[in-house]
C-alpha cells in the first residue's frame, strides 16, 4: 500500500533476481488496504490452477516434441548420441511429461529445463511446476520384477 510505482518496478525486479529458478511463477501485486489488485490476484490463481490441471494429448505432445528436437537436439552422452523417441504426460497435479529416450542418465538438466519452458511457452503451462521423468525405452516406470524359479526347482528365490 505505501509501494508508488517506481518502488513497485524496483521491488519487481529485486523478485525476478531473487526467484530466478522459478520464472514460471507470476508476480502479482495487490492492496490489502484498497483493494486494487485483487482480482488480478484471482485470475492469476484461476490461471494457475487450471495450468496445474491441464491435460495434453498424447498426439499433440508428439508432434510439438518432433519440431523442438530437430531445432535443439540433445547433447552426447559418454560417445553416443541421446535418442528422445516420444513423450506423454501421464499426470497432471502438476504436468508430469514422461520422455522414453535410450540414456535417460544422459539427458542434462539444463535440456529439462528447457524442454518445461518450451512446454510451458507451446500449452501454455505457467503458474505451475513442471516435471519431465526421462525412462529408457521399452521400461515401464515402477516396474516390479516377479520372483525367479531357483534352478533346484524348490521355488522362488529369496
Known amino acids: ?3 508508488d510505482d517506481k518502488q ?4 519487481h525486479e ?3 533476481r531473487q526467484l530466478q529458478y522459478v520464472p514460471w511463477a507470476r ?3 495487490a492492496s490489502a488496504k484498497t483493494g486494487k489488485g485483487v482480482q488480478r490476484v484471482l485470475d492469476a490463481v484461476q490461471a494457475a490452477y487450471a495450468a496445474y490441471t491441464r491435460r495434453v494429448t498424447t498426439g499433440a505432445l508428439n508432434r510439438w516434441f518432433e519440431g523442438i528436437v530437430e531445432r535443439h537436439p540433445p547433447s552426447v552422452y559418454r560417445g553416443h548420441p541421446i535418442k ?6 501421464p499426470q497432471a497435479k502438476p504436468p508430469t511429461f514422461l520422455l522414453s529416450v535410450n540414456h535417460p542418465e544422459g539427458v542434462h538438466f539444463s535440456y529439462r529445463r528447457y524442454l518445461a519452458n518450451q512446454l510451458r511457452d507451446e500449452f501454455d503451462l505457467w503458474g ?4 519431465i521423468v526421462c525412462k529408457a525405452r521399452g521400461q515401464t516406470p515402477r516396474m516390479k520384477r516377479k520372483p525367479t524359479e531357483s534352478s533346484s526347482g524348490r521355488g522362488p528365490r529369496r
Open 1 to 3: 500500500d505505501l509501494v
Open 8 to 11: 513497485q518496478k524496483k521491488l
Open 14 to 16: 529485486d523478485l525476478k
Open 27 to 29: 508476480v502479482v501485486f
Open 84 to 89: 528422445l523417441y516420444f513423450i506423454q504426460q
Open 128 to 131: 505451475t511446476p513442471v516435471r
